[in-house]
Structures are given as structure tokens and as C-alpha cells.
T-cell receptor
Framework: AQSVTQPDIHITVSEGASLELRCNYS??????LFWYVQSPGQGLQLLLK??????LVQGIKGFEAEFKRSQSSFNLRKPSVHWSDAAEYFC?????????????????FGKGTHLIIQP | DTEVTQTPKHLVMGMTNKKSLKCEQH?????MYWYKQKAKKPPELMFV???????INESVPSRFSPECPNSSLLNLHLHALQPEDSALYLC???????????FGPGTRLLVL
């Protein structure tokens, strides 16, 4: 079964410092990989995605992520964080085959990493 | 434009009430999804509707009932909910199955 592991529940980073959020996945085929960000009480905003091709993908707000098949990882990075980056970050894998009534697609999410920015 | 709208933003209901959540997208997307997110947890997929076909996560109780009146609307009908159903309900859509999903802001539901 597919799964996503985000090993860090909380990360604290000083404003202006670099950031790396870890994500490891388990998937039987070539996965689609995503990073989403969620501010408190809000929906999810897509930061970036990987489907195929160049393993280093650029996203919005200065984020990038690198797909490493050999390590089953898709870590998110940012060279210099801003206070507004404080939020919950979710890594997700898809598509997944689903259940009754035939195939369907949805995302499996990691448990999230809560990013705290210190002034 | 990648906007998915959801109404209402907040909903409080009793366990005997019937209510509905509404999700709308005008991007021509052919797949729409409902997710449930408990506090400090990741979203969990409940339903997928695509090409007039509904797929259900079998762990979702029957007191949740999705309906797709047209290709841009996806409703979630709620009946006889339990307090443990209190959560943020997120709707998403994608151009097609397997494509990038875009999420709405969610409806925060409280069941008393």
C-alpha cells in the first residue's frame, strides 16, 4: 500500500535561514508527488508537483523540491525563509487506485510538518 | 484561475439535523473530491466523482452522501452525524483523474 512519511512533526527555523522538509514515500510505481501548504483554518495551497522529467522542480514562493528515486524521497527546500512561511506543510503521493465501483484517484498525505519561524 | 469555492465556511448542526455542503469549480475540471481533515491530521479522501461515476472510500459511513448535480458542482449531504464527524471538510478538483488537485478553503463543521 502507498504511504507517505514526514519524519519531522515540528521544525523551527530562524527567519532568513535555509529550510529543508523531509518526505519519504512508498509507492508501487512511478509516483506523482506534491507539496501543499496549509495556514491555520485554511484550505491547502499547492506549492509544487513532480510527475516526470527533471527531478528538481521549482514551485511558488521560492520553494523547490528534488525527487530522488533511489531514496524514495521528495524533500522540500527554500534558501531563505520568511515569517509568512510559518504553516503546516504536507507531502502527498498519487494517484492511488481506489475501491468500490472501480478505480479512482485521490492523494495520500503525510502527517504534516509544522513550520515555526523564529524572528 | 484555479479557484474552488465551498459554502458555507462554518456549519454547526445537531445530530438529528440534515444539512449539505456545497463545492463549485468553473475550471472545466472533470474530477472532484471530498476530503475530511481532523485537527492536526492530514486530509483523508472520502469520495471521488469523475465521468459521472462515484468512487467511495469504504471506511466512510453512510451518513455522508455525495451528489453531483452537474460537472461543476459537488454536494455533500449530511444526515444524523455524530460529534466525531466534526472536522474541516475540503473539496478539491482536478482536470482529470491523476492530475493536480486544487483545494477549496474548506467548511468547518461542528456537530453537537
Amino acid at each position: 500500500a502507498q504511504s507517505v512519511t514526514q519524519p519531522d512533526i515540528h521544525i523551527t527555523v530562524s527567519e532568513g535561514a535555509s529550510l529543508e522538509l523531509r518526505c519519504n514515500y512508498s509507492y508501487g510505481a512511478t509516483p506523482y508527488l506534491f507539496w501543499y501548504v496549509q495556514s491555520p483554518g485554511q484550505g491547502l495551497q499547492l506549492l509544487l508537483k513532480y510527475f516526470s522529467g527533471d527531478t528538481l522542480v521549482q514551485g511558488i514562493k521560492g520553494f523547490e523540491a528534488e525527487f530522488k528515486r533511489s531514496q524514495s524521497s521528495f524533500n522540500l527546500r527554500k534558501p531563505s525563509v520568511h515569517w509568512s512561511d510559518a504553516a503546516e506543510y504536507f507531502c502527498a503521493v498519487g494517484p492511488i487506485t481506489f475501491y468500490s465501483g472501480g478505480g479512482a484517484d485521490g492523494l495520500t498525505f503525510g502527517k504534516g510538518t509544522h513550520l515555526i519561524i523564529q524572528p | 484561475d484555479t479557484e474552488v469555492t465551498q459554502t458555507p465556511k462554518h456549519l454547526v448542526m445537531g445530530m438529528t439535523n440534515k444539512k449539505s455542503l456545497k463545492c463549485e469549480q468553473h475550471m472545466g475540471h472533470r474530477a472532484m473530491y471530498w476530503y475530511k481533515q481532523k485537527a492536526k491530521k492530514p486530509p483523508e479522501l472520502m469520495f471521488v466523482y469523475s465521468y459521472e461515476k462515484l468512487s467511495i472510500n469504504e471506511s466512510v459511513p453512510s451518513r455522508f452522501s455525495p451528489e453531483c448535480p452537474n460537472s461543476s458542482l459537488l454536494n455533500l449531504h449530511l444526515h444524523a452525524l455524530q460529534p466525531e464527524d466534526s472536522a474541516l471538510y475540503l473539496c478539491a478538483s482536478s482536470q482529470d483523474l491523476g492530475e493536480t488537485q486544487y483545494f477549496g478553503p474548506g467548511t468547518r463543521l461542528l456537530v453537537l
